[in-house]
C-alpha cells in the first residue's frame, strides 16, 4: 500500500484510472462506461456544478438508483472539493427531509419518476412541500433553508424542479482549467462524502469521511482479494453505500471492471455474472447470496470464473455457501460506515476454519481492540467485549452533532462500535452480536428509536418499543410491542399500514403485539425480555420468516 505522499484524493483515483486502465470501466445491465468515460462525464458534473454557484466545502445530495449518472455525480462534486451526500434511495419523505436539512445540502440531484420503479423527484417534492411555484433559476425554501437547486436527470412536470438539460446548459459557463485547479487544491484529509446511517439516535445520522478514508481502503481490499486487470466484479449493492463504494475504488485502483446492477434480482445476477465472466462476487448480505445460490437458474448457470466471494454471516451459513459453489473461496469481513465501510477482511489464502469463523486481520494503518463494555479496559485475545477501531479510514464525525461525535469517540481516538466481538491470537476479529439498541434487517442497519418515534405518532399509540427478531430471510426483522392509549383501539395490520410508505419498507415491523404492562428494570424496559416472548412465540408456532411487505410507493 502506497503511503500518503503517492495515495490520490478521490477524483484523482478516477483520473488515475482512466490513464492508465482505459479498457476497464463500469458495466450495467445495458450500459457500459469505461474509466476515462466516467472521468469525462465527472469533469462535465463539475462543470455544471460550477455554473451553479456550488463551492468547494458546500455539499450536494444525489437521491436516485444506481445509474451512471450517480457516478457522474459523486466523482464530479469530488473534482472540484464539493462534498457529495449519497442518499438512501429507500428513504421516504420524512428521512429525506431530515437528510437534506440536517446536512445542509446546497443542490439536491435526483431520478425521476421511471427511475428504478421510485418517483424520486415526487418524493423531493413531498419531503420538502414548498417546491410548488417556486422557479427552478434558485429556490427559496423554508424547511431548507440552504437548498438553492433541484436538479432531475429525467423530465418531471414541476417548474421548480431544473430540467438535465437545463443543468447540462451550465457546462459552458465553466471552464475545464478551473475544475483543474480546484481539484489540484484538494487534500486527502478533506471531506469527500457525508453517507447516512442509522445507530442508536431517532434519525440516520451524517458520517463525515474524507478523502483518505475512502481511498486508503481500496488498496487493502486490493492486496486481501489479489484484484488484478484480468478480474471482474460483480457488486449488487446501491451507490449509497460503502460495501459498492470501496469495492469500486479497488477495482480503480487495480485495473479491474465492476459490473453494478441498477436493481437486484437474482436471475439478472446470475445472467450477468455469467455473461461478463465475473471473477469476484461482493454480495456481502448473505440473503443476497442466498437468493442467488436457491434461484431455478443456478445450476444450469455457469459460474466457473469465479474464483472469490465475499459474504457475511454464520459460520453455518458460511459453510453451506462454500458448499454450493465450491471453487470459488468464501471469505468475510467485518466494518462499520464510521470506520470506512470495512475495517477487516479475510485473505483468500487462509484456511477454510479462519475464512468462516473469523472476518480477518484489519487494514494497515487500521486498529482493533476489545474492551470491556463497564470499565473501557482492553481484554486480551479470547475474551469477549465490545470492539473499539481507530485509523486513517475512520470517519471524522457526526455533521454538526459534536455531542454524538465526543459520545461515540473517546479520548484516545477510539471510535466504539457498540458491536461486540472478540479477537484470536493473530488479530482477527470475530463478530459476535451487537450491544446497541440496533437492528440488522437484511444488512441495513435500523434504529429501533426511529420506529418508535414514527410509531409514536399515531393517535392511538401511548408507548412502543421496537426488538429485533430474528428471520430466516432477512436475518432480523422489527417487532414493534405497543400499549394503547386508554380507550384507543387499533389492529396489527392497521399499524403496519400506517407505517408503509412513510418509512423504508426495511424498517417496518413485520409483528406488532398489544401489551399494558412491561417487563422493567428499574426505570428501563428490558428489552430483552420482550425479545424472548415473540421469539418463543414464533417458535411454538413454528414461524421462521415473517410475511412480506409491499410499500404503498
Given at each position: 500500500m502506497p503511503g500518503t505522499e503517492g495515495m490520490p484524493t478521490l477524483a484523482g483515483l478516477?483520473?488515475?484510472?482512466?490513464?492508465r486502465f482505459g479498457g476497464a470501466g463500469v458495466i450495467f445491465e445495458d450500459d457500459r462506461r469505461s474509466y476515462p468515460d466516467l472521468f469525462a462525464a465527472a469533469t462535465?458534473?463539475?462543470?455544471?456544478?460550477?455554473?451553479?454557484?456550488?463551492?468547494?466545502?458546500?455539499?450536494?445530495?444525489?437521491?436516485?438508483?444506481?445509474?451512471?449518472?450517480?457516478l457522474a455525480a459523486v466523482y464530479g462534486a469530488a473534482r472540484?472539493?464539493?462534498?457529495?451526500?449519497p442518499i438512501n434511495s429507500r428513504f421516504k419523505a420524512r428521512e429525506l427531509r431530515h437528510a437534506i436539512t440536517s446536512a445542509e445540502l446546497r443542490v439536491v440531484i435526483c431520478g425521476g419518476d421511471s427511475d428504478g420503479f421510485v418517483d424520486y423527484a415526487g418524493l423531493v417534492e413531498e419531503a420538502l412541500g414548498d417546491l410548488d411555484g417556486q422557479d427552478a433559476n434558485r429556490l427559496e425554501l423554508s424547511q431548507a433553508p440552504a437548498l438553492r437547486q433541484v436538479v432531475a436527470v429525467e423530465s418531471?412536470?414541476?417548474?421548480?424542479?431544473?430540467?438535465?438539460?437545463?443543468?447540462?446548459?451550465g457546462e459552458e459557463r465553466a471552464a475545464a482549467e478551473e475544475i483543474d485547479e480546484l481539484q489540484a487544491r484538494i487534500e486527502l484529509g478533506d471531506t469527500a462524502m457525508i453517507l447516512f446511517t442509522s445507530g442508536t439516535t431517532a434519525m440516520p445520522k451524517g458520517c463525515v469521511i474524507s478523502h483518505s478514508a475512502l481511498v486508503r481502503p481500496a488498496y487493502a481490499m486490493v492486496d486481501r482479494f489479489l484484484l488484478t486487470t484480468e478480474d471482474r466484479m460483480w457488486d449488487p449493492l446501491p451507490f449509497f453505500h460503502l460495501a459498492s463504494l470501496l469495492p469500486l475504488h479497488a477495482c480503480m485502483v487495480a485495473g479491474s471492471s465492476y459490473c453494478a446492477m441498477r436493481r437486484f434480482e437474482p436471475g439478472a445476477a446470475l445472467e450477468m455474472m455469467e455473461r461478463e465472466r465475473c471473477t469476484t462476487a461482493f454480495p456481502a448480505f448473505e440473503t443476497i447470496w442466498l437468493a442467488v445460490l436457491n434461484h431455478p437458474r443456478f445450476d444450469s448457470t455457469d459460474l466457473g470464473s469465479l474464483r472469490l466471494v465475499l459474504n457475511v454471516g454464520t459460520r453455518?451459513?458460511?459453510?453451506?455457501?462454500?458448499?454450493?459453489?465450491?471453487?470459488?473461496?468464501?471469505?468475510?469481513?467485518y466494518g462499520c460506515t464510521e470506520l470506512g465501510g470495512v475495517i477487516a477482511f479475510g485473505h483468500v489464502e487462509d484456511p477454510l476454519e479462519l475464512r468462516v469463523t473469523t472476518s480477518g486481520r484489519p487494514f494497515p494503518g487500521m486498529e482493533i481492540r476489545i474492551v470491556d463494555p463497564e470499565t473501557g479496559e482492553e481484554l486480551p485475545p479470547g475474551r469477549r467485549g465490545e470492539i473499539v477501531g481507530r485509523g486513517h479510514s475512520m470517519f471524522s464525525g457526526y455533521f454538526d452533532e459534536p455531542a454524538l461525535t465526543a459520545k461515540a469517540i473517546d479520548h484516545e481516538g477510539w471510535f466504539h462500535t457498540g458491536d461486540l466481538g472478540e479477537l484470536d491470537e493473530e488479530g482477527r476479529v470475530k463478530f459476535r452480536g451487537r450491544l446497541k439498541d440496533m437492528l440488522k434487517v437484511g444488512g441495513e442497519n435500523v434504529a429501533g428509536a426511529e420506529i418508535e418515534d414514527y410509531l409514536l405518532t399515531h393517535d392511538a399509540v401511548e408507548i412502543v418499543q421496537v426488538v429485533g427478531v430474528r428471520d430466516a430471510r432477512y436475518d432480523e426483522v422489527p417487532c414493534a410491542f405497543v400499549q394503547l392509549r386508554a380507550g384507543a383501539t387499533a389492529t396489527?395490520?392497521?399499524?403496519?399500514?400506517?407505517?408503509?410508505?412513510?418509512?423504508?419498507?426495511?424498517?417496518v415491523p413485520r409483528y406488532v403485539r398489544f401489551v399494558d404492562a412491561w417487563p422493567m428494570s428499574g426505570t428501563k424496559v428490558q428489552k430483552f425480555r420482550l425479545r424472548?416472548?415473540?421469539t418463543e412465540e414464533l417458535d411454538a408456532a413454528g414461524v421462521t420468516e415473517a410475511p412480506r411487505l409491499r410499500s404503498k410507493v
Amino acid at each position: 500500500m502506497p503511503g500518503t505522499e503517492g495515495m490520490p484524493t478521490l477524483a484523482g483515483l478516477l483520473e488515475r484510472a482512466a490513464a492508465r486502465f482505459g479498457g476497464a470501466g463500469v458495466i450495467f445491465e445495458d450500459d457500459r462506461r469505461s474509466y476515462p468515460d466516467l472521468f469525462a462525464a465527472a469533469t462535465a458534473y463539475a462543470r455544471r456544478l460550477r455554473a451553479l454557484g456550488v463551492q468547494p466545502g458546500e455539499t450536494i445530495g444525489i437521491f436516485m438508483g444506481d445509474r451512471p449518472e450517480y457516478l457522474a455525480a459523486v466523482y464530479g462534486a469530488a473534482r472540484v472539493g464539493v462534498v457529495a451526500a449519497p442518499i438512501n434511495s429507500r428513504f421516504k419523505a420524512r428521512e429525506l427531509r431530515h437528510a437534506i436539512t440536517s446536512a445542509e445540502l446546497r443542490v439536491v440531484i435526483c431520478g425521476g419518476d421511471s427511475d428504478g420503479f421510485v418517483d424520486y423527484a415526487g418524493l423531493v417534492e413531498e419531503a420538502l412541500g414548498d417546491l410548488d411555484g417556486q422557479d427552478a433559476n434558485r429556490l427559496e425554501l423554508s424547511q431548507a433553508p440552504a437548498l438553492r437547486q433541484v436538479v432531475a436527470v429525467e423530465s418531471v412536470a414541476n417548474p421548480a424542479v431544473m430540467t438535465m438539460e437545463a443543468f447540462a446548459a451550465g457546462e459552458e459557463r465553466a471552464a475545464a482549467e478551473e475544475i483543474d485547479e480546484l481539484q489540484a487544491r484538494i487534500e486527502l484529509g478533506d471531506t469527500a462524502m457525508i453517507l447516512f446511517t442509522s445507530g442508536t439516535t431517532a434519525m440516520p445520522k451524517g458520517c463525515v469521511i474524507s478523502h483518505s478514508a475512502l481511498v486508503r481502503p481500496a488498496y487493502a481490499m486490493v492486496d486481501r482479494f489479489l484484484l488484478t486487470t484480468e478480474d471482474r466484479m460483480w457488486d449488487p449493492l446501491p451507490f449509497f453505500h460503502l460495501a459498492s463504494l470501496l469495492p469500486l475504488h479497488a477495482c480503480m485502483v487495480a485495473g479491474s471492471s465492476y459490473c453494478a446492477m441498477r436493481r437486484f434480482e437474482p436471475g439478472a445476477a446470475l445472467e450477468m455474472m455469467e455473461r461478463e465472466r465475473c471473477t469476484t462476487a461482493f454480495p456481502a448480505f448473505e440473503t443476497i447470496w442466498l437468493a442467488v445460490l436457491n434461484h431455478p437458474r443456478f445450476d444450469s448457470t455457469d459460474l466457473g470464473s469465479l474464483r472469490l466471494v465475499l459474504n457475511v454471516g454464520t459460520r453455518e451459513r458460511l459453510e453451506q455457501m462454500q458448499r454450493r459453489l465450491p471453487q470459488a473461496i468464501q471469505i468475510s469481513s467485518y466494518g462499520c460506515t464510521e470506520l470506512g465501510g470495512v475495517i477487516a477482511f479475510g485473505h483468500v489464502e487462509d484456511p477454510l476454519e479462519l475464512r468462516v469463523t473469523t472476518s480477518g486481520r484489519p487494514f494497515p494503518g487500521m486498529e482493533i481492540r476489545i474492551v470491556d463494555p463497564e470499565t473501557g479496559e482492553e481484554l486480551p485475545p479470547g475474551r469477549r467485549g465490545e470492539i473499539v477501531g481507530r485509523g486513517h479510514s475512520m470517519f471524522s464525525g457526526y455533521f454538526d452533532e459534536p455531542a454524538l461525535t465526543a459520545k461515540a469517540i473517546d479520548h484516545e481516538g477510539w471510535f466504539h462500535t457498540g458491536d461486540l466481538g472478540e479477537l484470536d491470537e493473530e488479530g482477527r476479529v470475530k463478530f459476535r452480536g451487537r450491544l446497541k439498541d440496533m437492528l440488522k434487517v437484511g444488512g441495513e442497519n435500523v434504529a429501533g428509536a426511529e420506529i418508535e418515534d414514527y410509531l409514536l405518532t399515531h393517535d392511538a399509540v401511548e408507548i412502543v418499543q421496537v426488538v429485533g427478531v430474528r428471520d430466516a430471510r432477512y436475518d432480523e426483522v422489527p417487532c414493534a410491542f405497543v400499549q394503547l392509549r386508554a380507550g384507543a383501539t387499533a389492529t396489527e395490520q392497521e399499524l403496519i399500514d400506517f407505517c408503509l410508505g412513510e418509512i423504508a419498507t426495511f424498517k417496518v415491523p413485520r409483528y406488532v403485539r398489544f401489551v399494558d404492562a412491561w417487563p422493567m428494570s428499574g426505570t428501563k424496559v428490558q428489552k430483552f425480555r420482550l425479545r424472548e416472548r415473540i421469539t418463543e412465540e414464533l417458535d411454538a408456532a413454528g414461524v421462521t420468516e415473517a410475511p412480506r411487505l409491499r410499500s404503498k410507493v
